[in-house]
């Protein structure tokens, strides 16, 4: 990886610009794309209770149709993502962390950006997974709730333990122990995904705001407040801020606050639901405060000083986004190999430094502070034990749930 002299850009920044340039704006990433949809969306799991000091027994023994492992013989790993998700030199050509994989192990890593949403991509391979055949990737990147869903049909393979001993050491509590994948027997996770809400100081114009209430509420914020139209953080902030567990509510909880928010709707409190559109309302003023999701809220703030974020007292969501190899992989321990890569400290914060979003792995602090220190000490980014108690996640919903908080949801928005 190249070196940074001091009175140059972080890795942080040059790829904040190259983002911009390419793009139009800032943050065209992962966080730009359609996250989530209906149809079986799960969310991950809070904090797990761990067993001793490594990873809990899985719960979940269904498992996945293993095939023949041609890794031996063939150094290659084909490794699916999504749009500007890893880290790249200022050539735009090479991804440092994939080159020094191989120069490691000798393993090619061909890296396809081919994921631009959950249900679009799951659509895509679904059909050769449903007959049994190789797709063609032996890792795929996908966001918890469709994660759950392909570990529950058995369409992903089992992880080998003894091919990821830094995943297994280094892997963060916040993270061990989702609802969908106990122990993580079939998953490990790529990157965290956390929501907050974020606010421009000058449109705040000296209004505090300090929670949800505050953006639902506070007729001073009037016609100046947004929410995500991504129904897991809108309704699992409200939840949070209303006493509720995201993790545990009932149907007549989250009634209760979609009729919160449906009032705040009625009467103009919120301008409007957004995607990662709302990055534009808040640098430009028209959002005072919204919710936002944190890997966007660090890209605005190195742009802008009038943006901030605070984490509510009741608490934030976080979802992630997921390795997983695919049944009939050709090659499962090569793919092992490089999951495993990305959980050793230095390949972690090298990750982290470029695409700035909630690092999985554990001891990556002082690795990431020799390439930009504020990232290092950005609770966003490596989150202090004092924010991941307060993350919470949406827990998983059965069919009928989710037709029916879909509508609700969709409903609510216009959508």
């Known amino acids: 990886m190249e070196q940074y002299e001091p009175d140059r850009l972080s890795p942080a920044q040059v790829a904040a610009m190259r983002r911009s340039f390419r793009n139009g704006r800032a943050a065209m990433t992962r966080r730009s794309l359609l996250r989530a949809s209906a149809g079986g969306a799960l969310?991950?799991?809070?904090?797990?209770?761990?067993?001793?000091?490594?990873?809990?027994?899985?719960?979940?023994?269904?498992g996945g149709v293993s095939a023949e492992d041609h890794s031996a013989k063939e150094k290659v790993v084909n490794f699916s993502n999504?749009?500007?998700?890893?880290?790249?030199d200022e050539s735009e050509k090479h991804h440092p962390t994939l080159d020094q994989f191989k120069k490691r192990t000798g393993i090619s890593v061909k890296y396809t950006e081919d994921i631009n949403d959950n249900v679009e991509f799951f659509g895509k391979i679904k059909p050769q997974l449903a007959a049994g055949q190789d797709t063609g990737r032996d890792i795929i990147v996908l966001t918890d709730w469709l994660a759950a869903r392909l570990i529950r049909l058995g369409w992903v393979q089992k992880l080998d333990a003894s091919n990821l001993p830094h995943a297994?050491?280094?892997?963060?509590?916040?993270?061990?122990?989702?609802?969908?994948?106990?122990?993580?027997a079939y998953s490990y996770v790529w990157q965290g995904i956390s929501t907050v809400i974020a606010y421009n100081k000058k449109a705040l114009d000296g209004v505090e705001v300090k929670s949800v209430s505050d953006l639902l509420d506070?007729?001073?914020?009037?016609?100046?407040?947004?929410?995500?139209?991504?129904?897991?953080?809108?309704?699992?902030?409200?939840l949070l801020d209303m006493g509720k567990d995201p993790g545990k509510f009932t149907a007549?909880?989250?009634?209760?606050?979609?009729?919160?928010?449906?009032?705040a709707v009625d009467k103009g409190q919120i301008r409007r639901f957004t995607g990662n559109d709302y990055t534009s309302d808040l640098?430009?003023?028209?959002?005072?405060?919204?919710?936002?999701?944190?890997?966007?809220?660090?890209?605005?703030?190195?742009d802008s000083p009038d943006i901030d974020f605070i984490i509510p007292d009741s608490g934030y969501m976080t979802s992630t986004d997921n390795f997983l190899i695919p049944n009939k992989a050709r090659h499962k321990t090569n793919a092992e190999r490089l999951i495993d890569f990305y959980y050793e400290p230095g390949p972690a914060a090298e990750l982290a430094a470029y695409i700035n979003y909630v690092t999985p792995v554990d001891g990556v602090k002082a690795e990431l502070e020799k390439l930009d220190p504020d990232a290092a000490n950005n609770p966003l980014i490596i989150p202090d034990k004092a924010m991941a108690a307060k993350?919470?996640?949406?827990?998983?919903?059965?069919?009928?749930?989710?037709?029916?908080?879909?509508?609700?949801?969709?409903?609510?928005?216009?959508?």
């Open 82 to 88: 999504w749009t500007e998700y890893i880290d790249v």
């Open 283 to 302: 640098t430009s003023g028209d959002f005072a405060a919204c919710i936002a999701w944190a890997g966007d809220v660090v890209q605005l703030k190195a």
């Open 252 to 263: 007549d909880d989250y009634d209760a606050a979609i009729a919160r928010i449906q009032k």
């Open 218 to 238: 506070n007729p001073k914020l009037k016609g100046k407040v947004g929410f995500l139209s991504e129904m897991r953080d809108s309704i699992g902030m409200t």
């Open 391 to 415: 993350s919470h996640a949406f827990r998983s919903l059965s069919s009928k749930e989710e037709t029916a908080f879909e509508e609700k949801f969709a409903k609510l928005t216009g959508a």
């Open 168 to 184: 297994y050491t280094n892997l963060s509590a916040q993270f061990r122990n989702p609802d969908w994948d106990p122990g993580r």
């Open 43 to 62: 969310a991950v799991g809070g904090l797990g209770a761990l067993t001793g000091c490594g990873i809990p027994a899985a719960g979940n023994t269904k």
